[in-house]
């Protein structure tokens, strides 16, 4: 996401971004960061990335706050979000971009790789969305943009869970938008094509190219 960083058009709103601590996630944290904003970085897994990130913020670091927790899990979410609420007035800004691959062919897929590219990235996404929506809807006001990719309708060899799980985005985005769009609350898809990053690293340059 590229944002023009010399005005503070964010200052004081509130950005939750999930997987916000590598890759593109990263990337769109230190963008918001530089706008002013304070945000919420969420992370599964690693610990020691997500603390090298914040300390090569600098200063910018300051208004990160840093959370780990599995997004395909109510749980855990719900127990994110009554967090958020007890230390934040408001959410303006959710941004789900968690998002994993585990390919492989349809007749020889495993349930377990579908089903967890299908939770994290698809029921992450609703999880996460469900909850920002109770917030924004208080103040009549919010930003929800998925992360989708343009591998939902391409369809690449391979790669059957991860398509659907952001084909799913993408309709599951669009009957969110209807919903509460009359409550100022826009719901969006951005669908990149491939970048380089640790997601994509071990895709075959061919496949990239096509």
Known sequence: MSLDTSSNEFDGQNVIITGGTRGIGAGMTKAFLKKG??????????DEAAEKFKAELGELSENLD???FDVSKKEEV?????????NYLSLEVLINN????KDGLVPSMSEENWDSVLNINLKGSFLMAQGATLLMMRKRYGRIINMSSVGGSLGLPGQS?????????????KCLAKE???????VN?????FIETELIGDLPE???KE
């Open 78 to 86: 719900d127990t994110f979000f009554s967090y958020f609420q007890e």
């Open 66 to 68: 840093l959370r780990k």
């Open 98 to 101: 968690s998002g994993i691959r």
């Open 161 to 173: 869970n991860y398509a659907a799980s952001k084909a799913g985005q993408v309709a599951m985005s």
């Open 180 to 186: 509460v769009g009359k409550r100022n609350i826009t």
């Open 37 to 46: 904003a304070r945000v919420v970085a969420t992370y599964a897994r690693n």
């Open 189 to 193: 898809n951005i669908c990149p094509g």
């Open 206 to 208: 061919e496949q990239v």
